[in-house]
């Protein structure tokens, strides 16, 4: 079945830090792949996107590429902040599945000062 | 200004209970979503709406019962409330399939 699995978290890091969260995917077909962030207490916010192969998604410093090969994409930001603190949850949709977005379980990012 | 918008963001109550949660998006798309939060954080759909049809139901208690008027509404009515539903709750919304979705506060359900 079609399947999304991100790193465990928590990820704790310190201000000015490199973070990569790691996602990779299982799909019949060709997904679209997308980032959200889910602040505390707020709801989820799109972050990025990519809609196919070797696509590069980019937004606020976060970026993420579209691997077919690896069947990943991974979530990279050179220099994280302490208002970066949140969930990042990994998704896919698939034309042929009237659109529901299918979640990885979220990691949690902790930034320190 | 709020382009997704559920009310209440928050609801507390009993066992046994029926309760509503109302969603209205404002950007004109066409397709609606429930989806729920659990205490892990994990988000599952529930269900989907296009154009007011129904289009996912994905093997949901009977208990819930999602009503869209029209397509910019989708409610969810849950009957018989138990422990076991508490979580948070989102509605979210897309112009079509296979793209993005805009994603509610959220309601956060705690039954008691």
Redesign the interface.
């Known amino acids: 079945g079609n399947s999304v699995t991100q790193m465990e978290g928590p990820v704790t890091l310190s201000e000015e830090a490199f973070l990569t969260i790691n996602c990779t995917y299982t799909a019949t077909g060709y997904p ?1 792949l ?1 980032w ?1 962030v ?1 602040y505390p207490g ?5 972050l990025l ?1 990519a ?1 196919k192969a070797d696509d590069k998604g980019s937004n606020k410093g976060f970026e993420a590429t579209y691997r077919k090969e690896t069947t990943s994409f991974h979530l990279e930001k050179g220099s994280v902040q302490v208002s970066d603190s949140a ?1 990042y ?1 990994c998704a896919l ?3 042929s ?7 990885g ?2 990691t ?1 990012l902790q930034v320190k000062p | 200004d709020t382009a ?1 918008s559920q009310t209440p963001k928050y609801l507390v109550t009993q066992m046994g209970n029926d309760k509503s949660i109302k969603c209205e998006q404002n950007l004109g798309h066409d ?1 609606m ?1 429930w ?1 729920k939060q659990d205490s ?6 529930m269900f ?1 709406y ?1 154009n007011k049809e129904l ?2 139901n ?1 093997t949901v208690p009977n208990r819930f019962s999602p009503k869209s008027p029209d397509k910019a509404h989708l409610n969810l009515h849950i009957n018989s409330l138990e422990l076991g539903d508490s979580a948070v709750y ?1 509605c ?1 919304s ?1 112009p ?11 309601t956060r359900l705690t039954v008691v």
């Open positions: 679209s997308f959200y889910q707020e709801g989820l916010q799109l996107k809609t969930v949850f949709t698939l034309s599945n009237t659109g529901k977005l299918i979640f379980q979220g949690t | 997704v397709t979503y989806y892990k954080k994990f988000l599952k759909i989907s296009n289009i996912i994905e989102f979210a897309s079509m399939t296979n793209t993005e979705a805009f994603f509610g506060q959220g």
